[in-house]
């Protein structure tokens, strides 16, 4: 379910702007307080009550597209309040949202270390190009994302799926809900700059 929650990346559009960015910092069942940065404040001040918009939640599962309204107009603390509308679609049908990326990482088997490019990356698991092709459908291995993209290592254990080419897919069979967490984040942040 694509549920709007404090925390959560907001992007507007309407024909007043391009696109304004913004926070949640209040989701209720009806609206949403959304804080957006000075960066953003002329953007905001052309909006009104009543002015029809639309909107992308950049969720823990999918982005959730919607079109809403503005119910109180920005305030000077960098606050705007707008409609907490039905989704119109749902743009990723997976369990996590997935992001297209090319980052260096590494994957041990047997206590062999391997370094390898990714390709694709969620929290349920990541598709990648490793550097020696060591691994088979169903090998469990051990996965280091490191501190540049992730703000700290993190290590994952996980099962080959599947092979594409050269591609390997990999499910993380063993990961703590803090970094399943940190890379949910990565992805909606990857996702938010590609617009």
């Known amino acids: 379910m694509l549920e709007a929650k404090r925390g959560q990346i907001v992007i507007i559009k309407c024909p007043k702007f391009?696109?304004?960015?913004?926070?949640i910092s209040d989701a209720q069942n009806d609206r949403l307080e959304i804080y957006y940065s000075k960066d953003y404040e002329s953007y905001a001040w052309a909006l009104s009550e009543g002015d029809e918009i639309f909107v992308k939640i950049h969720t823990q599962h999918g982005v959730k597209p919607m079109n809403s309204m503005v119910i109180c107009s920005p305030s000077?603390?960098?606050?705007?309040?707008?409609e907490n509308a039905k989704a119109l679609s749902i743009y990723q049908k997976r369990e996590f949202v997935r992001a297209a990326v090319d980052f260096r990482f590494f994957?041990?088997?047997?206590?062999?270390?391997?370094?390898a490019n990714a390709v694709d990356i969620s929290?349920?698991?990541?598709?990648?190009?490793?550097?020696d092709y060591i691994?088979?459908?169903?090998?469990?291995?051990?996965?280091?994302?490191l501190n540049e993209e992730f703000g700290k290592d993190l290590d994952v254990e996980a099962q080959i799926i599947n092979r594409f080419g050269d591609k390997?897919?990999?499910?993380?069979?063993?990961?703590?809900e803090f970094d399943r967490d940190k890379i949910s984040g990565f992805c909606l942040k990857v996702l938010s700059e590609k617009g």
């Open 18 to 23: 391009p696109e304004l960015e913004g926070i």
């Open 76 to 82: 000077g603390d960098g606050k705007l309040v707008i």
């Open 107 to 115: 994957i041990k088997k047997d206590g062999n270390l391997v370094g």
């Open 123 to 131: 929290a349920g698991g990541i598709k990648f190009l490793p550097d």
């Open 135 to 145: 691994f088979n459908v169903d090998d469990v291995v051990e996965i280091r994302l």
């Open 168 to 176: 390997l897919i990999a499910k993380y069979t063993d990961i703590s």
